[in-house]
């Protein structure tokens, strides 16, 4: 069989939804598909649900990671086993909407394009979303974009200027999530497109990397992902030192991972300015996005003295002595934040689009 998409689903502990995932798949109107479920060393019993709940389905394929990597490097494991001529991702939580590979490989095929960005997400406005998402009656659901200031809101290829490609990416003009797209899998492979070993913002630097390197970029408005709010996806995480940990993780790899993603493109390689441009966006997402609330939340103390965020500063220094004054400057750093609004948070409340939604019917 010829496959047209391949899906492929980055699971850890996901024994609640998983099959429901599977199966919203497996029910799309484009039968010509591979489901693809990387296995991340899960803890629950999500694998042996899988097999017994798909016993003899010949479109579903299970990889299991050596161990527990995060979801970006699940996603490369993903990227090299697929077959399809496209490729999707989709958390192990969330759903398609119906008809959504049909429609999305449909226009790929029209504009031969490299990647196919759709402009919004269905998003759940209440706080007990059903486990299968297409459940949701028209009452309890809200669409939205993430696409702010002057995004393309009709249907065509963007412009191949590389620096309008960035400044819009800058301006959050083009949203930098992994869902709600569709990807030419030889573009990625011959680019050499993939997820940094990083376990916060590496989606958004690998889409960053599609943006730059695809010779068509095609927008398309309308929804075609349904993103669960009220559970616990693999990019968030409570707010204590662990998560600190993977936060600081992710901001000391950040700047060769930006410098590799922009290597493949001319134009990134001959403006280094820009580059950092990129790098210190990204770098300030993570800071204001996820750091310093979580350091509001969890404590300055806890999560400068934990054993773990201060190895990190050992093997981020060339000496003891440096990463002593590294510490001691991230404490001066972070000490009496003011307090702010945990924006995160907000945008991925059921509680916050549903007054949204209800603000925009008066």
């Known amino acids: 069989m010829e496959v047209k998409v391949s899906v492929v689903i980055a699971m850890y502990n996901a024994s609640k ?3 429901d995932c599977i199966r919203n798949v497996l029910d799309q109107n484009l039968t010509d598909i591979e489901v693809i479920v990387v296995n991340d060393c899960s803890t629950d019993d999500s694998i042996e649900l899988i097999k017994r709940t798909f ?31 496209y490729l999707a991702f989709l958390d192990s939580d969330d759903a398609l909407t119906k008809g959504a590979l049909d429609k999305l490989y449909a226009k790929a095929e029209e504009y031969s394009a490299d990647v196919v960005h759709g402009t919004n997400i269905l998003v759940p406005i209440v706080a007990d979303a059903p486990v299968s998402l ?27 200027d590389i620096s309008a490609r960035v400044g ?14 569709l990807y030419r899998t030889e573009f990625l492979r011959e680019k050499g497109i993939h997820f940094a070993p990083m376990k916060m913002a590496e989606d958004q630097i690998f889409c960053f990397s599609c943006l730059i390197n695809a010779d068509k970029y095609l927008i398309i408005p309308g929804s075609y992902y349904i993103y669960r709010l009220d559970a616990q996806s693999l990019s968030r995480g409570k707010y204590n030192s662990r998560f600190a940990c993977k936060i600081i993780e992710a901001m000391f790899a950040c700047y060769d991972a930006v410098t590799e993603a922009a290597s493949g493109n001319s134009y990134m390689r001959n403006d280094p300015d820009c580059v950092d441009t990129v790098y210190i966006y990204v770098l300030d997402g993570l800071d204001s996005g996820f750091l310093k609330p979580c350091i509001r939340s969890a404590g300055l103390g806890t999560v400068i003295d934990d054993k773990d965020v201060r190895e990190l500063f050992r093997r981020a220094a060339s000496s003891e002595s440096v990463a002593a004054y590294m510490i001691e400057n991230f404490r001066k750093t972070y000490a009496d934040l003011p307090d702010e609004p945990d924006i995160f948070r907000m945008v991925t409340s059921p509680e916050f689009w549903r007054e949204q939604k209800e603000k925009g019917e008066q």
């Not at 990889?63 to 996603?75: F, L, S, T, V």
């Not at 800058?170 to 930098?176: D, G, R």
Request: with cysteine; net charge negative; aromatic share 10%.
């Open 17 to 19: 939804y998983i099959c």
């Open 55 to 85: 016993p003899d389905e010949e479109r579903l394929v299970i990889i299991e990671q050596p161990h527990n990597m995060g979801p970006g490097e699940a996603r490369n494991a993903g990227i090299k086993a697929a077959r399809g001529k």
């Open 134 to 160: 297409l459940d949701l009656s028209d009452d309890d659901i809200y669409e939205i974009s993430f696409e702010q200031g002057e995004p393309q809101t009709y249907e065509g290829l963007i412009t191949s």
């Open 168 to 181: 819009s990416w800058l301006k959050h003009e083009i949203h930098w999530s992994v869902w709600n797209k």
